[in-house]
C-alpha cells in the first residue's frame, strides 16, 4: 500500500494517540469474561507482491497463505464484480475458520461515490455471501476527495446496508476528523447501525488516527514503511488492543501491509508471536523465507 508512504519514515512521530473519550464508553457496553476473537493477515496472495514467502514449487497460492494465516484483507474486489462462483471458489480452497474481509468495489466507492448505488450494493452483497461462514466484514474505502459535503450520501448508504452483514467504513478526506461537529456526526451514524470505523495507520497520514471505536471491532489497516521503526510501532499496537480488550473489545482485525509488500509476512510473523503471549492465543505463526530488508541511507 502506497497511502501514506513518505521518503524519510525515521522523521515522523509514530505515538499512537490518546483514545477518543467515546471509545471506552462504547466498549464498555460489550465487556463479558470471553476471550477476544483475533484475525490478522496481508492485503493480498499475490506471489509476485509477496516474493520469497512462497516455497519453491507451491501450485495453490491462495491454499498455501490460508494454511499460514487466519484472514486476508481482500482488496481484488476493489478493483472489478467478481461473481458469485468465484467466491465460491475461493471459500473451498481454505480450511475452516478463515475469513475474507472484501473490500467495496470502486464502482460503488470512487465512480458513483455511493449515489445512487442500491442494485450494485445488492448484487456484491448477493456474490460475497457466497463466502458463507468464512465471509468477515466486508469494508468500504472512501476516495481522499470524498469530503463531508457528501454526509447524505454516507448517512443514505449506511441505513439501506443490510444490518446482518458486517461493514466498516474508511475516510480518508481530513475534513472527516478536524472538525468536532462532522466527525461527532460521522461517529453517531456509524454507531447507530452498527459499522466499524476503520483506522488506519500510515506514516504520512497521521491526522485520520482518530481511535474512535463506534461498535466491537477493532477494523485496523496497518502501513508499515519498510522501516525498523514497524516494530515498536506494532509492539504500540499490542498495548493498545490489550487496553481496548479490557475496556470490552472483543473483535480484532488487524491487516499488515507495508510500501513495499514483501516484508509483510515477516511483519506479520512479528505481530502474531506478540499477540499469542499477551492474549494466550495459540494463532499460526506464518513460516517466513525473506530477510528484513536493510533501511536505506544515503551512506
Given amino acids: 500500500m502506497k497511502f501514506g508512504k513518505v521518503p524519510n519514515p525515521e522523521i515522523i512521530d509514530f505515538t499512537l494517540p490518546e483514545n477518543h473519550p467515546e471509545t471506552e464508553v462504547v466498549l464498555n457496553s460489550y465487556k463479558n469474561d470471553a476471550k477476544p476473537s483475533i484475525y490478522v493477515g496481508c492485503a493480498k496472495w499475490n506471489k509476485q507482491d509477496l ?7 507451491t501450485k495453490d497460492e491462495l491454499q498455501y497463505y490460508a494454511s499460514q ?15 458469485a462462483e468465484q467466491f465460491e471458489k475461493w471459500r473451498d480452497k481454505t480450511p475452516e475458520g478463515f475469513k475474507f474481509f472484501p473490500k467495496i468495489t470502486q464502482e460503488i466507492s470512487h465512480w458513483k461515490r455511493l449515489q445512487a448505488t442500491e442494485a450494485l450494493v445488492d448484487l456484491y452483497i448477493y456474490n460475497a455471501t457466497h463466502l458463507q461462514d468464512k465471509l ?6 472512501m476516495h481522499s476527495n470524498f469530503s463531508p459535503k457528501d454526509f447524505d450520501r454516507v448517512v443514505h448508504f449506511a441505513e439501506f446496508w443490510p444490518k446482518e452483514i458486517p461493514l466498516a467504513m474508511e475516510f480518508r478526506h481530513t475534513d472527516w476528523y478536524n472538525d468536532e461537529k462532522i466527525s461527532n456526526e460521522l461517529y453517531h451514524v456509524l454507531q447507530e447501525n452498527n459499522i466499524a470505523n476503520v483506522l488506519v495507520d500510515t506514516a504520512g497520514r497521521r491526522d485520520i488516527m482518530h481511535m474512535r471505536m463506534t461498535n466491537n471491532e477493532a477494523f485496523i489497516r496497518y502501513v508499515g514503511a519498510n522501516h525498523e521503526s514497524d516494530y515498536s510501532r ?5 498495548d493498545r488492543l490489550e487496553q481496548w480488550t ?6 480484532i482485525h488487524f491487516f499488515i501491509h507495508q510500501n513495499s ?5 515477516l511483519l506479520s510473523a512479528y505481530f502474531i508471536k506478540k499477540l499469542n503471549k499477551r492474549f494466550q492465543q495459540n494463532l499460526t505463526v506464518p513460516k517466513t523465507i525473506v530477510k528484513p530488508q536493510k533501511p536505506q541511507t544515503l551512506f
Fill in 51 to 57: 516474493k520469497g514467502f512462497y516455497p519453491r514449487g
Fill in 69 to 83: 494465516f487466519n484472514s486476508i484483507e481482500m482488496n481484488a474486489t476493489f478493483y472489478r464484480m467478481f461473481p
Fill in 136 to 141: 468477515g466484514t466486508i469494508f468500504l474505502q
Fill in 234 to 238: 506494532l509492539d504500540d499496537w499490542v
Fill in 246 to 251: 479490557n475496556f470490552g473489545l472483543q473483535n
Fill in 261 to 265: 509488500e514483501v516484508e509483510s509476512p
